[in-house]
């Protein structure tokens, strides 16, 4: 890791996180254990909840996922609350996490393990080695409901199990699931933290197929809040009439000529739903200034001046690198 060149002016009093066990919870430990910081950390049900604690205290930080490396997914949820509540909250700071995922037990191996359980992106992060290792084991996800349908897990050769609870969508409620119910002969795969809570035993670890899978989070503050770093990337949330990625980024890197050494980043084409933008191909755009004194709102000019592909940007903040875990 390297984080030297970002420091806390003032001190974070709660870290919002959401999910326990989830991998965004897991970045939060992460954090405050680099930073070495006196924070305590609240971990609430889902983003929006998250984001509302921050609005209501000043001194919080939310840690939430931006962009992940490996399918290509930008985090619906986080841009849509910077976009809501931008003028009062901020990025302040973005990490690289490694995804690791570990398969627990209440048998002491692999062996004899006849139902698999997680959610439906682990899942599919771990679909080798399920294959090789318990291709005749069941697979089953613990779900709430919406947004994922029955016919996705059928697509995805996946059992779905309804429960309730507001932790319904993530690993650790998958493990305090068959905890509760007593289940026997059962895989949970989840953060190395879930096992030892639960009292499981690691059968398997670092069972994900793609051992370079990585997730950028943001760490999101008050608008107020202070800290000491080299703001360099430029977060842009960018809506276009094509649906061309490479035509759009062609365009970009064309229209913004007059600065060469800038770097320019896709990192994903976004869902297209009510809570964002209707009507045309959005996506997520950070441009790293590369150490030049570049203001945001010259990049938003030059942008919106690419009338063949932008129809409008909105700039969701400037912020610069904490660290990058494994480096």
Same mark, same amino acid.
């Given at each position: 890791?390297?984080?030297?060149?970002?420091?806390?002016?003032?001190?974070?009093?709660?870290?919002?996180?959401?999910?326990?066990?989830?991998?965004?919870?897991?970045?939060?430990?992460?954090?405050?254990?680099?930073?070495?910081?006196?924070?305590?950390?609240?971990?609430?049900? #889902?983003?929006?909840?998250?984001?509302?604690?921050?609005?209501?205290?000043?001194?919080?930080?939310? /840690?939430?996922?931006?962009?992940?490396?490996? #399918?290509?997914?930008?985090?619906?949820?986080?841009?849509?609350?910077?976009?809501?509540?931008?003028?009062?909250?901020?990025?302040?700071?973005?990490?690289?996490?490694?995804?690791?995922?570990?398969?627990?037990?209440?048998?002491?191996?692999?062996?004899?393990?006849?139902?698999?359980?997680?959610?439906?992106?682990?899942?599919?992060?771990?679909?080798?080695?399920?294959k090789k290792n318990l291709s005749k084991a069941q697979q089953? /996800?613990?779900?709430?409901?919406?947004? /994922?349908?029955?016919?996705?897990?059928?697509?995805?050769?996946?059992?779905?199990?309804?429960?309730?609870?507001?932790?319904?969508?993530?690993?650790?409620?998958?493990?305090?699931?068959?905890?509760?119910?007593?289940?026997?002969?059962?895989?949970?795969?989840?953060?190395?933290?879930?096992?030892?809570?639960?009292?499981?035993?690691?059968?398997?670890?670092?069972?994900?197929?793609?051992?370079?899978?990585?997730?950028?989070?943001?760490?999101?503050?008050?608008?107020?809040?202070?800290?000491?770093?080299?703001?360099?990337?430029?977060?842009?949330?960018?809506?276009?009439?094509?649906?061309?990625?490479?035509?759009?980024?062609?365009?970009?890197?064309?229209?913004?000529?007059?600065?060469?050494?800038?770097?320019?980043?896709?990192?994903?084409?976004?869902?297209?739903?009510?809570?964002?933008?209707?009507?045309?191909?959005?996506?997520?755009?950070?441009? #790293?200034?590369?150490?030049?004194?570049?203001?945001?709102?010259?990049?938003?000019?030059?942008?919106?001046?690419i009338d063949e592909v932008i129809v409008d940007c909105e700039?969701?903040?400037?912020?610069?690198?904490?660290?990058?875990?494994?480096?």
């Open positions: 890791m390297s984080g030297d060149e970002f420091k806390f002016i003032e001190v974070p009093g709660t870290l919002f996180s959401y999910g326990k066990y989830s991998h965004t919870h897991r970045a939060t430990l992460l954090i405050k254990d680099y930073f070495e910081l006196q924070a305590e950390i609240q971990c609430d049900s #889902d983003i929006r909840t998250a984001f509302n604690s921050l609005l209501n205290n000043e001194k919080g930080l939310v /840690v939430t996922p931006l962009f992940n490396n490996t #399918d290509n997914k930008a985090i619906a949820g986080t841009i849509e609350n910077l976009r809501q509540f931008g003028r009062r909250l901020k990025p302040i700071g973005k990490f690289r996490m490694r995804i690791e995922n570990n398969l627990f037990s209440d048998l002491p191996s692999t062996k004899g393990i006849t139902r698999t359980y997680t959610h439906p992106q682990i899942f599919l992060q771990c679909e080798e080695w399920l089953i /996800v613990i779900w709430p409901g919406p947004p /994922v349908t029955a016919m996705k897990f059928s697509e995805w050769k996946l059992s779905p199990q309804k429960i309730s609870g507001t932790e319904a969508y993530t690993s650790g409620s998958c493990a305090r699931y068959v905890i509760e119910e007593g289940l026997k002969n059962v895989g949970v795969i989840g953060t190395r933290d879930m096992g030892k809570d639960f009292g499981l035993n690691m059968v398997a670890e670092g069972i994900e197929t793609n051992k370079s899978n990585a997730t950028d989070f943001l760490l999101i503050a008050s608008s107020t809040f202070k800290v000491d770093c080299e703001e360099s990337l430029h977060l842009f949330f960018v809506r276009s009439l094509s649906g061309d990625q490479r035509n759009v980024l062609h365009a970009i890197k064309k229209g913004l000529y007059s600065y060469p050494t800038i770097l320019i980043n896709i990192l994903a084409p976004l869902p297209t739903a009510e809570t964002l933008s209707v009507g045309a191909y959005n996506y997520l755009l950070e441009i #790293d200034t590369a150490g030049q004194i570049i203001f945001s709102a010259e990049i938003g000019e030059a942008l919106i001046g700039c969701l903040g400037t912020y610069g690198l904490l660290l990058s875990e494994g480096e």
